[in-house]
């Protein structure tokens, strides 16, 4: 469907983005993930045709579009802060492509009607004015403009970054349900790791303007390619040698000395795993506790590590700063580097 | 990438009209008018020369000039800070009794200013004056002429020039993030010492921008010498107006505004380096508003109290005579004795009902409102084109539209006096000195500076997604200029034009080089009747005129400033910041 081929951006001498190879299904939700100034949304807005790479090719529909112009690339977009026109009304904004395209007044209005329908949107909120509008219909404004057009493809940078935490988790799945129901395959820039892992079909790792790992959201959580995805997915512990020395004497044979080592603090035990036979045990002192409400992350120092470990409400009595506690690690969910 | 490359620019015929066009204006009327005053000053015959310069150093009245000039400059510099400071500390910095009401009184400058003011205060309290007449029928020996000289002037340009202080520095000191001053009254500093350590070291950038400005005004000072001067003080602009009166005396006036221009631009230069050596309101990334600060000492706050109130006199008395004398016969106010009798509606119907007499009121507004629509509306285009598409010829084009602004306006007026005074081929082979339209063209000019920026900034401060919004949902420039961008800098643009166009109503700078003898604007007709014993008669007209003028100001103010949604204070909140520059 979408297919960028040794594509390289750059900004006068500053290259953005080096070399990008990324294939992108029909009907897939595809996220790319990564920092600020990872070169996530320098890819979308080629992708959208603003911008021309210097080199390389993307394709749509096996078709080369580097240089279509976007309103001839069949791709609706959403912006970060929605790109609403202040001085029109919601019910407007949503017409304005189907303007543009000289659309019959009446085809028009059964159009947008038929897309605010679909995003929840009230006859009342589409006669006022955009400002008049909460950020969550904001963004269902900006969703139903990019759609009423019948794009092949949705671009959506990061639009939920505006939003406050409880209205973001709510549209999150909203957007996911939407997108599920048209099969629009969805392009969606973000630096949130819990809305990629959540959203996603597959998505890509971007570090620098190289995309480090592509895969489903199980796979760049459990099986990282790269310490960079890692260390930038999920929280992690970073374990001592000294520590990885104690698990190769204790039967943890497989793991390297000499490299890095990462390890998920829920894969990090404070009372023997029941039925896993293959979990190293450590001591240590509790050297702090947080209490998150569903669970409390506890400090365990061990070995010259400061490991983390994630413990549910009502998972054992509560363990005090400065008492002794003992780790139960499995080596093979130890992540090397 | 948005950044246009010269392809891009060029493929619009459109795009390509509007860069032509500024072409032709820039060459036509702001280069080379300026750079044919040069050449004619300095090669007088097709050579260069020091004649000019030579006829400066032998002129006692040019050279007189020169060191009245500065010496006014740099007196208001003074007088214009302490007043000027003064005033933003008791109307928006300590909590003073009827603040508001101060406000207003010292605000007074707002809506009138130039020569419409000076002519007020001469009125007033020159040779004719009421003030001077009445006190004279107690006191006759009292000098007729005490309002005048360099001591007038200094009083009614520090009067004048705190409106600067007002808006800009009024507006710097509301940027101030209130928990500093929080923060140093915590650690014990006094109200004294965190004004002088804290308040007045952040608005040192902005009181050095006000001061080059009143330094500036100073140094091109025309009306209030002019007008109060008299024959002792007299200053380099008076006197260009003078020596280009004369063609054999034209080059002395040319070489005066030549070294105007160089001032100015050598300041304005100081200027931009202290303004990028960067601003220190508040590092915070959300600051707390300024409160009113109380003055605890009680002698202390009496005294300001006192002193703010003697200064709300100073400044309403001259407005509220005015608006009194209009009612008056001239007659009554050059005696000086003025009873009930003597109001009468008389000076309005013949203002409205003399059509000779409303003309020159007729003739400025026309004038006005011509100027500051064309200057909007071409500007629009322009500033468009400027931001939208960045290459080495916007970029020159930009500097050079940009040159009325370091230009005094009387150097600009003279140098299209000076070069359109024969047929000239592009403009068609026409002669436009002596004609209606260059006046109308100066007018354009030395607003385009102001214009621009300020729509530039409104261009820059829409979101660049919404342009790309626009262009993915397949609508093209014009459609998106049209739809989307137009209607969201549409208030500035409405508030650009009305700020234009009070601006010029009572321009006499420009006029005076400029006007056509049939179409006499407002300026010139209020300067002819401060002109000796035999225009008295008009004297109430121009209290008219300056009421009416008043009126038009403060309402044309009251609608940019006063009211409307938060976008439009936003825009011209943004222009009182530029407007310093």
């Known amino acids: 469907m979408i297919r960028f081929e040794n594509v390289e951006v750059s900004f006068g001498e500053k290259i953005a983005i080096p070399d990008l190879t990324l294939e992108i299904e029909q009907g897939e939700f595809f996220t790319l993930l990564g920092p600020s100034g990872c070169g996530k949304t320098t890819a979308l807005r080629t992708l959208a045709g603003f911008i021309e790479p210097s080199q390389g090719e993307i394709y749509i529909d096996g078709k080369v579009a580097t240089r279509l112009p976007s309103e001839k690339r069949s791709v609706g977009m959403v912006f970060q802060n929605y790109a609403l026109f202040p001085s029109m009304s919601v019910w407007e904004n949503i017409a304005f492509g189907l303007r543009v395209r000289k659309t019959r007044r009446a085809e028009t209005a059964l159009l947008v009607d038929e897309i605010a329908a679909q995003v929840e949107l009230t006859e009342e909120q589409l006669a006022k004015n955009v400002s008049e509008l909460s950020g969550g219909q904001q963004q269902r404004v900006a969703i139903a403009r990019a759609l009423v057009l019948k794009p092949r493809i949705l671009l959506l940078d990061e639009p939920l970054s505006n939003l406050d935490a409880k209205l973001r988790v709510q549209l999150r799945e909203q957007l996911k349900n939407l997108q599920r129901e048209l099969g629009i395959t969805t392009v969606y820039v973000t630096h949130d790791q819990e809305e990629a892992l959540t959203m996603s079909d597959r998505i890509a790792v971007f570090n620098h303007g190289v995309v480090e790992q592509v895969g489903t959201p199980e796979e760049i959580y459990n099986r990282s390619g790269t310490e960079f995805v890692c260390t930038f997915v999920g929280a992690m512990n970073k374990l001592s040698g000294d520590v990885v020395h104690q698990l190769r004497q204790r039967g943890g044979t497989g793991l390297a000395p000499a490299k890095t080592s990462y390890l998920r603090l829920e894969k990090v035990s404070l009372q023997a795993p029941p039925g896993n036979t293959d979990a190293i045990r450590l001591d240590g002192v509790v050297a702090g506790r947080s209490y998150h409400g569903s669970h409390s992350t506890y400090t365990i120092d061990s070995h010259g590590s400061s490991i983390r470990a994630l413990v549910p409400e009502g998972g054992g009595s509560a363990l005090e700063p400065g008492s002794a506690a003992q780790l139960y690690i499995d080596p093979s969910s130890i992540l090397q580097y | ?440 063209i100066a007018y354009v000019i030395v607003k385009i500076p102001f214009t621009l920026r300020l729509l530039k900034a409104a261009f820059a401060s829409v979101p660049e997604s919404l342009e790309d919004a626009a262009r993915i949902l397949g609508a093209g420039s014009m459609f998106t200029l049209r739809t989307v961008l137009v209607p969201l800098v549409l208030p500035t643009a409405a508030a650009i034009t009305a700020l234009n166009f009070n601006s010029l109503l009572d321009d006499y700078d420009a006029a005076v080089f400029l006007y056509h003898p049939l179409y006499q604007p407002l300026g010139v007709a209020i300067k002819a009747s401060t002109e000796g014993e035999n225009n008295l008669d008009s004297m109430s007209i121009t209290f008219v005129y300056t009421v009416l003028l008043m009126v038009i100001m403060g309402f044309t103010m009251y609608l940019v400033y006063g009211r409307g949604g938060s976008s439009t204070k936003r825009h011209t909140r943004r222009a009182r910041t530029v407007a310093a520059k």
């Open chain 2, 1 to 440: 990438m948005r950044t246009s490359s010269w392809a891009s620019m060029f493929r619009s015929p459109f795009v390509v009209i509007i860069t032509l066009v500024t072409l032709w204006f820039v060459a036509t009327f702001l280069v080379f008018p300026n750079a044919n005053l040069l050449i004619r000053t300095f090669f007088p015959e097709g050579q260069f020369s020091f004649r000019a310069v030579e006829k400066l150093v032998s002129s006692e009245r040019a050279m007189n000039s020169l060191w009245h000039s500065f010496a006014l400059a740099a007196t208001l510099a003074v007088t214009v800070n302490v007043v000027g400071i003064f005033i933003v500390l008791v109307t928006d910095y300590f909590k003073i009794r009827g603040a508001r009401m101060l406000w207003l009184g010292y605000a007074t400058t707002l809506i009138y200013g130039g020569i419409v003011l000076a002519a007020g205060y001469n009125f007033i309290y020159g040779r004719y004056g009421f003030v001077t007449n009445a006190v004279r029928n107690w006191f006759p020996e009292i000098d007729p002429n005490w309002f005048s000289g360099y001591f007038a002037v200094v009083v009614v340009m520090t009067l004048a020039t705190t409106t600067n202080h007002m808006l800009f520095l009024g507006s710097s000191l509301a940027k101030i993030d209130y928990q500093t001053i929080e923060a140093a009254r915590n650690m014990g500093a006094s109200t004294m010492g965190i004004l002088w350590r804290i308040v007045l070291p952040a608005l040192r950038p902005m009181i050095f921008a006000v001061t080059v400005l009143t330094f500036l005004t100073g140094l091109g000072a025309l009306t209030a010498p002019l007008v109060l001067g008299g024959t002792d003080f007299q200053t380099i602009a008076p006197m260009i107006l003078t020596f280009s009166k004369s063609t054999g005396s034209r080059d002395l006036a040319a070489l005066l505004a030549v070294i105007l221009g160089l001032a100015t631009i050598v300041l304005l230069a100081m200027m931009n380096r202290v303004e990028k050596s960067g601003v220190y309101f508040s590092v915070a990334k959300v600051a707390t508003p300024l409160q009113k600060q109380r003055i605890p000492n009680p002698v202390a706050n009496a005294a300001v109290h006192v002193a703010a109130y003697a200064l709300f006199v100073v400044y309403a008395t001259p407005v509220l005579l005015i608006v009194l004398f209009s009612f008056v016969h001239s007659s009554a106010i050059v005696t000086g004795s003025i009873s009930w009798d003597s109001f009468t509606l008389d000076n309005y119907a013949t203002v409205f009902g003399t059509p000779a007499v409303l003309r020159p009121f007729v003739v400025s507004v026309v004038y006005s409102a011509l100027a500051s629509v064309i200057v909007v509306g071409g500007m629009l285009f322009v500033s468009r084109l400027l931001q939208k598409h960045r290459n080495p010829l916007t970029a020159t084009l930009e500097y050079l539209l940009h040159i009325p602004w370091i230009l005094p306006t009387i150097l600009i007026a003279l140098a299209l006096v000076m070069t359109f005074d024969r047929p000239n081929p592009m403009v068609g082979g026409q002669v436009l000195t002596g004609t209606t339209s260059l006046l109308l």
